[in-house]
């Protein structure tokens, strides 16, 4: 396994994360374990999770997975760099009772215990916003985490799918308060959706943040699915689904497996290869259902991607070009 720093940190983590989504909904806990422990055998030692994770009546649900593999002890927690979110409501389906989402001081408090107890950990490494709060001040969440910091709680803060200038906003303010600030951005990015390279991606390297991609396949999209369609009868569902009732998005998917297939790479593979050649990019998340995908996601950490797949690639997909060149002169 390779490893990078954190953005402008010295934190040391490795070039996949354990995306743990799946975790609880999909994959039940014995399983969830084994994924962790082939994780750890491998050397990834980046867990990210949040705390809806379970989702409706089982929010919390996935954190209290991870929980328990940590306490099986034998250094699984001193190993792990764990990142957990905090946004939405835990009230299940139910409209959240008022202070009980969102980014207030008094949520941020809560939610952080909260956490804490699920995962039965003393501290949370990487602290992520899994969302802009447009009703509470930066003042306010920087005033909350410090406290947090101070207490041992948490280590470091990020964020999640935020524009470029919330980055710049919240990173300006913390230099002002004289604290660190965010160090990480946890946004959408993949071959099929490059949108966060015009504003994103230069606001997180300007001030140092490490990019975690998140749905580096695009919810299947790039990971075979005409191919697994054609031959194996497995028709696309979800975000795939919509997308390829769209001619136009049917052909270039088509296109790129057509390439892969001629130079012999699996599509999945390649497409997490390929993020790890981009500037910024410190990790995309991986959510293994199984050990069988995991071990596939390994795979592309040690795929190097020639000039000709790139450029092939780039031809397919292409990104939306630099800011402001994109758009103006």
């Not at 790039?222 to 689904?241: D, H």
């Amino acid at each position: 396994m390779e490893y990078t720093q954190l953005g402008r940190t010295g934190l040391k983590v490795s070039r996949l994360v354990l995306g743990t989504m799946n975790f609880g909904p999909q994959t039940e806990e014995a399983e969830s374990h084994a994924i962790m422990d082939a994780a750890l055998d491998a050397g990834l030692n980046f867990f990210d999770t949040a705390n809806v994770y379970g989702w409706g009546e089982n929010k919390g649900r996935t954190e209290t997975i991870i929980g328990n593999w940590f306490a099986k002890g034998g250094g699984r927690r001193e190993k792990v760099v764990i990142a957990t979110k905090v946004f939405g409501g835990m009230d299940g389906d139910r409209e959240p009772w008022p202070n009980h989402d969102r980014l207030s001081a008094v949520n941020i408090r809560r939610a952080v215990d909260a956490s804490l107890k699920r995962l039965r950990t003393d501290h949370i490494d990487l602290y992520q916003f899994h969302h802009i709060d447009r009703l509470t001040p930066f003042e306010e969440i920087w005033q909350a985490i410090d406290v947090l910091v101070q207490q041992g709680k948490i280590v470091y803060a990020g964020s999640s799918n935020f524009p470029g200038y919330k980055i710049a906003q919240a990173n300006e303010l913390a230099a002002r308060r004289g604290t660190v600030g965010l160090v990480s951005e946890q946004c959408l990015y993949n071959l099929a959706e490059r949108r966060a390279e015009m504003e994103v991606i230069p606001a997180a390297q300007e001030y140092g943040l490490g990019v975690i991609p998140w749905s580096p396949l695009h919810g299947g999209l790039l990971g075979g699915v005409i191919k697994k369609e054609t031959e194996g009868g497995r028709r696309a569902s979800g975000r795939s689904a919509d997308a390829l009732a769209d001619t136009s998005v049917r052909a270039q998917v088509q296109a790129y497996e057509d390439l892969l297939e001629k130079h012999g790479i699996e599509p999945g593979e390649a497409a997490l290869a390929w993020l790890l050649t981009r500037p910024g990019v410190t990790a995309p998340i991986v959510g293994p259902r199984t050990q069988a995908q995991l071990e596939s996601a390994l795979r592309a950490v040690e795929l190097e991607l020639d000039d000709e797949v790139l450029t092939g690639l780039d031809g397919i997909f292409p990104g939306p070009g630099p800011s402001p060149e994109a758009f103006a002169w």
